[in-house]
């Protein structure tokens, strides 16, 4: 099956860098555990950082080919769009390369989401459902993935995060652990990124299925730093794996508009002023 490897995405970043030289630049932020390269692409000189990651689930593969895209076609637009004067974005097309490499190289591992020491990287970060054992890991942040991504949050103060994953075409957005005042604002950026993709909302009851536990990057995201938090999932519920790389165009002819229609949104302090 055709497939897009995570030597692609390194040698499309090389690529990309050359081709928007100035307005994209590329920064390792850590190490997986068997020590591939975790990049960031940094599009944009604005001062207000949005923060895009995907392929936390190995075997999630069009989200990385997706937020590549979206890279490269927000790169071609950039300078036409005097709004993203103000903002930049921070894309981490690949947070876990093992798991991803793992699912897509191994045929009989094609639904395989975990990294290579058997831990969901979206249950391993410090967030009040975290629990550990299970595939959370021994404790929070135990892993090399998930300590690589909270350092990058820490060393780029941002006023939004999306993480990508593929379950499903749809929004999350309600955070049990905050308050209404934050679920509401919440809710308007959900709405406006629905509106502009299709793609549904998901009720608050659902945030965490029953069983489940805490610990996502977005739940850290939203307590830490308090600012949006969203986890949007590509693709039919149905889909199976190993995913067929093409559901990448897919999804980005739903989203391609995403990234303009969020910040319209956000810009506007009449649905969410930030703590400037
Ligand atoms: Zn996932």
Redesign the pocket.
């Known amino acids: 099956m055709n497939y897009y490897s995570y030597e692609n995405i390194l040698s499309d970043a090389k690529k990309l860098q050359k081709e928007y030289f100035g307005l994209i630049e590329c920064e390792t932020i850590g190490y997986s555990v068997q020590k591939r390269k975790i990049i960031m692409l940094m599009l944009g000189c604005g001062y207000k950082k949005i923060f895009l990651t995907a392929g ?2 190995g075997r ?1 593969s069009i989200n990385p080919k997706l937020l590549m895209k979206l890279l490269e076609y927000y790169a071609g637009i950039y300078y036409e769009t005097a709004l993203f004067s103000k903002y930049s974005f921070c894309i981490i097309p690949l947070v876990n390369p093992d798991g991803y490499t793992k699912a897509l190289t191994d045929c009989t591992m094609a639904d395989y ?1 975990l990294n290579y020491n058997g831990v969901d990287i ?1 249950r391993n970060f410090p967030s009040v459902h975290y629990r550990s054992g299970g595939t959370g890991g021994g404790y929070a942040a135990s892993e090399p993935e998930t300590r690589a991504l909270i350092m990058a949050f820490k060393s780029h103060p941002s006023v939004m995060y999306i993480d990508f ?3 499903g075409e749809c929004i999350y957005y309600y955070r049990k652990a905050m308050g209404d005042e934050y679920n509401k604002k919440q809710l308007a950026i959900a709405e406006k990124i629905a509106e502009s993709s299709g793609y549904v909302t998901v009720p608050p009851e659902d945030e965490i299925n029953e069983g489940d536990t805490g610990g996502n990057s977005v739940h850290y995201y939203s307590e830490t730093f308090k600012m949006p938090a969203f986890t949007i999932e590509t693709a039919p519920d149905d889909t199976l794996f190993p995913m067929d790389i093409s559901l990448a165009d897919e999804a980005f002819d739903k989203l391609k508009n995403l990234l303009y229609k969020t910040v319209s949104a956000i810009d506007k302090k009449d649905i969410y002023s930030y703590n400037q």
Do not use: A, C, Q
């Open positions: 936390i689930h999630e989401k979206n994953h593929s379950r």
